[in-house]
């Protein structure tokens, strides 16, 4: 095959019209070696050992190759030191793949224990596949850009949505992207307007005490490449063409796409962990390493932590996150423990990172939603302070208030108060904007919604941690009976709990997330860690129960009044009366806040006149009765919600009447909304 030297950039495999320019990042290596495969990655066709003086660029090695085009499969071998005492991990026994990547082959037959053992790993390595990122027609889809203060954000996890049988689709489409397609009436009938994926990015699945699977994909591999176990095509460039399919069908129906990114570590572990792709490039680039005995530092709790604010590093990042935005089409990024992007190369706490500020005022990101969990595994923690001035947070805050408010706990009405608008005494920045709380209740990180109210202890005894993985607090309840029960009275009051947490979730101010299954009481039994629970205990089950029906209309109801009521749609922080929101107690005017209270009541404004809607917390046990807001010109409180009451009667679509004009009895543990009419 006829070479030339090649050029620098861009990095990975690019494809032109007289070949492909391969370029890698290695900084102390002794030299690189690209191999050629056949098409099933079986057999090495050509191997190229990379001159140093020809084709190496400062940093960066380089090859151009004449005539090769997109389907190539590629592999590196790197030749350098192996002194794990000073941080050196080069191994070219090693297979190595592309860290820029953007299609794989080789998952199939992937094995993490041999790229942990010492020797050749060339049959069970991954492999790249050049691909031609302009072959794609996108038939003039473009990222949607919604304002986050008109987004209804629904956490996904791509298999499970329609892995289950009872999905009713062709079993070479359950649990992919294609599946994912056909359910989008589903989606749009809730209402919802982003799906946030949980990680899509080439992830090891044998990251996982065996013989389970890592089910949630927080173990990254590659940065580029579409996870391929998610595709019901097997040749790696259909993975893309399917992958992109998903997009521009999701955006047709109006709804963006949002990826749960994984950049605070990699499978690869520590020193005794898998060789696969970053370590045996430059393991002192990629990965923050004790500054004395080049140890991996374990901010992310996975046995390593990505250098985010190393230079070689960030660039990886910036332009991961462009190829995401720029030829995949996403829409926005939530950043899995974003304070690990806090800490500078040797681990210490930064008060200003370039990495966030990079990302924040990147042009190409400039439309796109960024979300950080922000906090990382070893107490970081930056919830209401994190860097920047358009990065929203998941608040989680608002979750433990709201558990503990439903629950019935005492001193928590002030702080629900405070929630319901939006967090602001969290925030530090002038520029905070309610919109920025990304509220939830539940998440794909410990109980369900259903199992919030179900259990008051974690079982998690099938992921063979001796029940001792996740969070030990959950701030649950399981109203008499651990667990499933046919008592009807558990059942109901269940019931009921999950309406009040829903309630409380759409009508807070701030940008509501629902994990999915949480709208038709999908439950884990229990489990608050299923991260490797690759079976139909995670699979959302199709087949609901008449409860579970009823909850999906419930929900409809719910988000079709956030998505209509402007006074939610607000940017900015709401204010007191006569502006925005007044709060109440059982008496007009007169909040309870002292520590023994379990109730509280607002009403929101949409113009300074009077109230359009009166909402009432009740978490006591026992019914009490509100004053009502005077209203003038007629007007009448009328009832939207009350959570006490059955289905279809707890969410009215027309207002319905109410006996009482200056007052309403709301029974104990509910939660309603009154509107003027």
Known sequence: ????????????????????????????????????????????????????????????????????????????????????????????????????????????????????????????????????????????????????????????????????????????????????????????????????????????AQFALPPRTNYWGYGPLSFFAPHRAYSSRRDPLGVLDEFRDMVKALHRAGIEVILDVVFNHTAEGGVDGPTVSFKGFENKAYYILDELTSQHLDFSGCGNTLNANQSITRRLIIDALHFWVQDMHIDGFRFDLASVFSRDE?????????????????????????????????????????????????????????????????????????????????????????????????????????????????????????????????????????????????????????????VLLFTAHGTPMLQMGDECLRSLKGNNNAYCQDNNLSYLNWNLSAEGQALIEFVRKLIAFNKSNQLLQLQKYWHLPPENIAFHGVHRDRPDFRPISHTLAFSLFENKAQPLYYVILNSYGQDLTFELPMLSGGAEWKRLIDTALTAPADFSVVAEPISERLSYTAVARSYVVLKAE
């Not at 960066?60 to 050196?88: K, S, T």
Request: charged share 25%.
């Open 346 to 502: 040797w681990g210490k706490p930064l008060k200003s990172s370039p990495i966030l500020w990079e990302i924040e005022s990147d042009p190409v990101l400039a439309g796109t939603k960024i979300i950080a969990e922000p906090w990382d595994a070893v107490g970081l923690y930056e919830g209401g302070s994190f860097t920047g001035h358009r990065w929203a947070e998941w608040n989680d805050r608002f979750r433990d208030d709201c558990r503990r408010f439903v629950r019935g706990d005492e001193g928590f009405a002030e702080k629900i108060a405070n929630r319901v608008c939006g967090s602001p005494k969290a925030k530090v920045q002038k520029e905070h904007n309610a919109n920025r709380s990304i509220n939830f209740v539940a998440c794909h990180d410990g109980f369900t919604l259903a199992d919030l109210v179900a259990y008051e202890r974690r079982h998690n005894e099938a992921n063979g941690h001796n029940n001792l993985d996740g969070a030990a607090e959950n701030f649950s309840a399981n109203y008499g009976t651990e667990g499933e029960t046919d008592t009807q009275s558990i059942r109901a009051l269940r019931l009921q709990q999950i309406r009040n947490f829903l």
């Open 1 to 204: 095959m006829k070479t030339r030297p090649g050029l620098s950039y861009p990095l990975g495999a690019t494809v032109t019209r007289r070949g492909v320019n391969f370029s890698v990042f290695s900084k102390n290596c002794d030299y690189v070696e690209l191999l050629l495969f056949d098409a099933k990655g079986e057999k090495v066709t050509h191997s190229f050992k990379l001159d140093r003086i020809i084709n190496r660029t400062f940093y960066y090695w380089h090859i151009f190759i004449e005539d090769l085009g997109a389907g190539a499969v590629y592999a590196y071998r790197v030749h350098g030191p192996h002194i794990p005492e000073q941080g050196f991990l080069f191994d070219a026994n090693k297979v190595l793949l592309d860290p820029y990547a953007k299609a794989i082959i080789g998952d199939d037959s992937y094995s993490r224990e041999a790229a942990c053992k010492h020797g050749d790993n060339i049959t069970t390595a991954l492999k790249g596949v050049v691909v031609d990122m302009s072959a794609y027609h996108w038939q003039g889809d473009t990222t949607l850009k919604k304002p986050m203060s008109h987004t209804i954000i629904y956490e996904m996890h791509v298999k499970g949505f329609t892995a289950h049988e009872s999905s009713a689709l062709p079993a070479d489409a359950r649990g992919t992207y294609r599946g994912v397609i056909e359910k989008i009436p589903y989606l749009q009938s809730l209402g919802i307007t982003a799906v946030e994926l949980m990680p899509v990015q080439q992830f090891d």
